[in-house]
């Protein structure tokens, strides 16, 4: 059982930097790979960053590939996604989540969800 809460989040400038934590509670935390998704109002949830549970593989998105970036730290059980050059298209309820596949991008496939935190870019 892995329990998920994520934190900071907020409303920054175009441009502007954001570093997202999700904290991770229960003993099998290293055994999930981790990713992170976005949902803005009015639009499907979609994937963003993954980092499986070695931290030998990373995927990103298209759309936030060069600009964010996904790391986990095992001794504190948490994973992070840095946010860099932040667009307001970036605007959205970031959620973190947790799979028990090698490798995945399809949120049906995550079995463990925080509540998520809200970004909120400003042009």
């Known amino acids: 059982q892995v329990q998920l809460v994520e934190s900071g989040g907020g409303l920054v400038q175009a441009g502007d930097s954001l570093r997202l934590s999700c904290a991770a509670s229960?003993?099998?935390?290293?055994?999930?790979?981790m990713g992170w998704f976005r949902q803005a109002p009015g639009k499907e949830r979609e994937f963003v960053a993954f980092?499986?549970?070695?931290?030998?593989?990373?995927m990103y998105a298209d759309s936030v590939k060069g600009r964010f970036a996904i790391s986990r730290d095992y001794a504190k059980n948490t994973v992070y996604l840095q946010m860099n050059s932040l667009k307001p298209e970036d605007t959205a309820v970031y959620f973190c989540?947790?799979?028990?596949?090698?490798?995945?991008?399809?949120?049906?496939?995550?079995?463990?969800w925080g509540q998520g935190t809200q970004v909120t870019v400003s042009s």
């Open positions: 989540a947790a799979t028990r596949k090698v490798i995945s991008v399809r949120e049906n496939d995550y079995d463990f």
């Open positions: 229960g003993r099998t935390f290293s055994s999930y790979g």
């Open positions: 980092i499986n549970w070695s931290g030998s593989a990373n």
